[in-house]
């Protein structure tokens, strides 16, 4: 079991290579994303502000998850109101976070779902673009969301609220596959 301070002086001196996370006191490490990864996230963000002009995609945000908040976690994207991290430090309380995204290009930890889950960010988008597919993950518990719908790539995927937009995935079939 690793300590949250300890984990915190590692990643403020990581290589850029690899990226971080502290699950339930255990170090997960993965290797940077690729440019299909790249693409898919910016993708989302536009889909969001186009939809939402006041919401924004904050890439790499690091965040405080778990139901006791001692674990670490830098999802992909997180989804927040204009303004929401300003004057955070590297480390941010989940609270006002509606949604999490996150691109499976490697193995992707259950784990850092449960910690989404326990801190009740509201939504969790994990699209694998290895089989195409995009997992909308909602209504969050103590250990996991209580609710998972699957879609396919170039389906019509809705994100309910708080987020309340319908993504038209067709473009992703680029990035997949």
Not at 63 to 90: E, S, Y
Request: with cysteine.
């Amino acid at each position: 079991m690793m300590p949250v301070e300890g984990f915190e002086a590692l990643a403020r001196i990581c290589p850029e290579t690899v990226t971080l996370g502290l699950i339930n006191g255990e170090l997960e490490v993965q290797p940077v994303p690729d440019g299909d990864h790249g693409e898919i996230i910016t993708w989302v963000a536009m889909q969001c502000v186009q939809q939402q002009p006041e919401l924004r995609l904050y890439g790499q945000r690091g965040l405080r998850i778990g139901g006791d908040r001692n674990g670490r976690a830098r999802p992909d994207g997180t989804l927040a109101r204009v303004g929401r991290f300003a004057g955070d430090g590297p480390w941010s309380n989940p609270d006002r976070i509606l949604m999490t995204v996150d691109v499976a290009s490697y193995d992707e930890s259950p784990v850092k779902a449960c910690g989404y889950a326990a801190a009740g960010i509201p939504l969790r988008l994990l699209i694998d673009h290895r089989s195409g597919t995009l997992a909308v993950h909602s209504e969050p518990g103590p250990v996991r969301y209580r609710h998972q719908r699957l879609y396919d790539v170039g389906d019509a995927v809705t994100l309910p609220h708080p987020v309340s937009i319908t993504l038209d995935t067709e473009e992703l079939t680029n990035y997949t596959g």
